[in-house]
């Protein structure tokens, strides 16, 4: 399975490209990000991520794009460029019939790394493990990226072998993390569901 993973950004956008076999061994097939200047208008910025996106997906023809999904932060200038680079990317993919799926930032953090709230440290040192890097992806919006590209193809159930109630070994670790993901929550937040 290949999968563009995008963290999306509008002064920097992480672009990460993985081949993952159905053992989950993953390979890096290509990493960049995408700067727009702040000093260009938001059209012209976003047209600038528009193009390197056409071009990513053009060259390296993924199965499926994995984004960031936007969440609440209290920078609403911060929120509102990531849900329109989002906008930008899905767009592209949809345009060539390509899948797109999103993800939180903790849930890509649980599957790459055990933890839902490790830092982009343990992020960046877990892609470059997992890749066999022999350095990190730099910024970390490149790491994130890959991350995201990781996370999805894990999770996803065509990229392995079902067991004989239909559930993959990726699928398997993904459930068990997103279980200790709400235990955790629930013992911090007494009386709190998760639905």
Do not use: Y
């Not at 390979?27 to 012209?44: F, N, P, Q, Y």
């Not at 070994?169 to 937040?189: C, G, I, P």
């Amino acid at each position: 399975m290949r999968v563009l993973g995008v963290d999306p950004g509008l002064t920097r956008c992480g672009l990460g490209v993985v081949d993952v076999a159905p053992n989950r061994t993953a390979t890096l097939v290509g990493v960049g990000v995408v700067g727009s200047s702040h000093e260009l208008l938001l059209d012209a910025r976003l047209l600038v991520i528009a193009d390197a996106v056409d071009q990513w997906l053009e060259a390296f023809r993924p199965d499926v794009l994995a984004i960031e999904r936007v969440f609440a932060q209290t920078n609403l200038s911060t929120v509102m460029g990531v849900a329109q680079v989002s906008g930008v990317v899905m767009v592209a993919a949809a345009r060539r019939g390509i899948p797109v799926a999103m993800h939180t930032p903790s849930e890509v953090k649980a599957a790459v790394t055990g933890n839902g709230r490790a830092d982009k440290a343990s992020v960046t040192a877990m892609v470059t493990r997992l890749l066999r890097l022999s350095e990190a992806p730099r910024p970390a919006d490149a790491a994130d990226a890959l991350a995201l590209a990781i996370a999805h193809a894990w999770r996803s159930g065509n990229a392995f072998s079902p067991d004989k109630q239909g559930t993959t070994a990726a699928q398997q670790l993904w459930r068990d993390a997103e279980t200790k993901a709400r235990v955790t929550k629930n013992k911090e937040k007494p009386g709190a569901t998760w639905s």
